[in-house]
């Protein structure tokens, strides 16, 4: 025991002799039975255990059990554990020396009868993170870049439109066109008025223009196929030369009859023209796809302006006076003559890169300017008007407005006669083919499309979708059969109350920021649940007469009027910058009038402009109105003057000390430093 510390062998002595005394000590059972099985057999295994004892309670105390170990009372069956000392013997013990112990220099050997111990954890493998998604598709920024590229463009092209139907009206190139045409080719394309079927002279016509058709074909060869085409968003990043077309190169190319694609349709309108048929320049814009949102990942090649064009961009229409009908002509690519109804050949498919056929612009002899692609869109509602930047309500403000800037022409029957066509091609386009095409079309709706404050109201499908790949049909609505609703509220501030009665079409929960406006409002209602009418349920709201001049006020001392039929009767709305202080310096009865709210992210804030009064005050008001104006004007013209006079006085008062300064210290030359 020379390696134990002393403090240990102290201990390990006082365990042995309480050991030894009659109060019995604690036991562990499974340590008993084990001894009990030694003591039954012969000496060795008395032996056994009593080592294996003297073991485990060296073990527990931190020293070899060969060393010199206390006897152990085995055939008692007791054991001895050191952690089972008395607590008297505890205060024999200086509590100094224990915490002057050197415990790292102690290194119990490991019994026998110990083992080691493993255990097996079976560890989770962690599943790998989920990386997320990067999305390929711009951002606000990017998105607006490219509205304002797109916009910029429709706008540059329909001028370069423009300016080439302008050449295509030059007398010179007419002059020279005329000797293409002889004078029976004139003659069908103008019939004779003695022809009396109606039939028969759009036939003779129809024969001018094949004709027509033929000669010039004969006449101009194509020698560039350069011209314009679909540009993508990355090709704006690469510089693309081309040689610019002066107008006296598009009088030599059409003269000889040598040149681009795009110039030979252009020469054939010139042509029309120069046999006097009423005829258009037809222009199909290439704008960059405003609806792809993708992130720029690569670049068309430099040979791209080298392209096999498979549709035209330019081509002409001419107009028959008998069957009041536009007729296409292509006289380069197809070199066909079409009266369309449903689709045309010269619109491309979707899917071809380089053509697309969603700005088609006509422009006539006499500078009338049209949008004219429902013509040549097969399915127009369905599908093309979604690629337009016109679906934006601001944007097709702003389109229809540039093309009636460049038209210089009014309205006549032959435009006329077009919408009419327009609207019965609309019918005719029928209901779209598959589900997408359903979203937002104006003609058509299914159910599940409907917005939340909107629901179907008489409810009578006009007809069935059935679903590819699946046994069943979705009806389908007409849009005119869509009903907007609204809250009390909502129809309060258009003017419009509730019937008495009438129950709620639609019952949907309020978000939280219309609970929050709710007590901007003024309003203490909990419900979490919107009700919702429509307008077949509401009836003009009719505020109390306006008596002797006195306006019926609401709780804050206000008047609603928020559409004019809120106006009480036997009173007037003014809203001038004075009203309000005319009406206090008269001392007569008025009400503030509340027009609106101003919404700032969950309050709303009254909007008040002008006064309602009586009927009678409306010829005094203004004269006190312009009295309090000229008042004040005079008190900022009298402001203005004080101030200019203490700014006088206060420059004053600067040189006056300055010129006490120089008398009393001399003059300073300010050049010194």
């Known amino acids: 025991m020379s390696d134990v510390p002393k403090e240990y062998r102290a201990l390990m002595r006082e365990a042995v002799k309480e050991g030894g005394s009659d109060r019995p000590l604690k036991r562990r059972k499974r340590r008993v039975a084990r001894q009990d099985e030694a003591l039954d057999g012969d000496g060795e295994g008395e032996q056994a255990g009593t080592e294996a004892a003297a073991d485990v309670e060296a073990a527990a105390v931190g020293v070899d059990a060969d060393e010199d170990t206390p006897e152990v009372d085995v055939a008692c069956n007791r054991t001895v554990e050191v952690d089972d000392v008395d607590d008297e013997s505890d205060e024999d013990f200086d509590d100094d020396e224990f915490e002057d112990v050197d415990l790292e220099n102690v290194q119990p050997k490991a019994s026998s009868m110990l083992k080691d111990v493993t255990i097996a954890l079976n560890k989770t493998p962690a599943e790998p993170e989920k990386k997320s998604k990067r999305r390929n598709v711009i951002d606000k920024h990017e998105r607006l870049l490219r509205k304002t590229i797109h916009r910029n463009y429709l706008a540059t092209m329909m001028v370069h439109g423009f300016i080439r139907n302008q050449w295509c009206n030059d007398e010179h190139i007419h002059r020279h066109l005329r000797k293409l045409i002889p004078v029976r080719m004139f003659e069908e394309l103008h019939p004779s008025s003695s022809i009396k079927m109606p039939q028969m002279r759009t036939r003779q016509f129809l024969d001018g223009l094949r004709h027509l058709l033929q000669k010039w074909v004969q006449f101009y060869k194509v020698t560039s196929n350069k011209g314009l085409y679909k540009h993508d968003w990355y090709d704006w990043d690469e510089t693309v030369t081309r040689t610019p077309t002066p107008f006296s190169r598009f009088q030599k190319c059409i003269v000889k ?64 006076s008998v069957s009041k009908t536009w007729y296409t002509i292509d006289p380069i690519m197809f070199k066909t003559i079409e009266n369309i109804k449903t689709k045309s050949v010269l619109e491309p498919p979707m899917s071809y890169p380089y053509n697309q056929l969603n700005y088609v612009i006509g422009y006539d002899r006499g500078g009338r300017v049209r949008d004219i692609t429902k013509r040549y869109a097969e399915k127009y509602y369905a599908r093309t008007r979604k690629k337009r930047i016109t679906k934006d ?86 849009r005119a059969c869509v009903v907007t609703l609204r809250s009390p509220r909502a129809w309060y501030q258009r003017g419009r109350i509730l019937k008495p009665g009438v129950p709620p079409l639609k019952v949907r929960q309020k978000t939280s920021a219309q609970m929050a406006r709710n007590l901007s409002f003024g309003d203490d209602d909990e419900d979490k649940e919107e009700r919702l009418y429509a307008e077949f349920q509401t009836e003009l709201y009719v505020p109390p007469p306006a008596i002797d001049g006195l306006i019926e006020k609401n709780a804050y001392g206000n008047i609603d009027v928020f559409v004019p039929s809120m106006i009480p009767k036997g009173a007037i709305l003014i809203q001038t910058p004075y009203a309000l202080e005319a009406a206090k310096q008269l001392e007569i009865d008025y009400a503030p009038a509340v027009v609106g709210f101003k919404f700032d992210r969950r309050s709303a804030t009254p909007r008040i402009e002008g006064v309602v009064v009586g009927e009678e005050f409306k010829d005094i008001l203004p004269v006190i109105q312009e009295q309090i104006k000229a008042e004040e004007i005079e008190k900022e013209r009298v402001k203005l003057e004080i101030r200019a006079l203490k700014a006088w006085s206060l420059m004053l008062s600067k040189l006056r000390i300055k010129r006490r300064l120089e008398k009393s210290h001399g003059k300073v030359d300010e050049d010194e430093p």
């Open 393 to 478: 309500e601001a944007e097709d403000i702003w389109y229809s407005g540039f093309i009636d800037a460049l038209s210089s022409r009014p309205i006549n029957k032959a435009d006329k006669y077009e919408q009419e066509y327009f609207a019965k091609k609309a019918e005719d386009e029928g209901m779209p083919d598959n589900l997408q095409d359903f979203k937002n079309h104006p003609f058509y709706v299914l159910e599940k499309d409907l917005r939340s404050n909107e629901v179907l109201h008489p409810k009578e499908s006009c007809g069935m979708l059935r679903i590819k790949g699946k046994n069943e049909s979705i009806p389908v609505y007409k």
């Open 257 to 320: 009859g040598r040149g681009s694609r795009d110039i030979g349709a252009q020469g054939f309108v010139a042509l029309l023209r120069a046999a006097d048929v009423p005829s258009r320049l037809v222009f199909s814009l290439q704008p960059p796809d405003i609806t792809n949102m993708q992130i720029k990942e690569h670049a068309r090649s430099k040979d791209s302006p080298e392209i096999e064009m498979k549709y035209p961009v330019f081509w002409a229409e001419a107009w028959d």
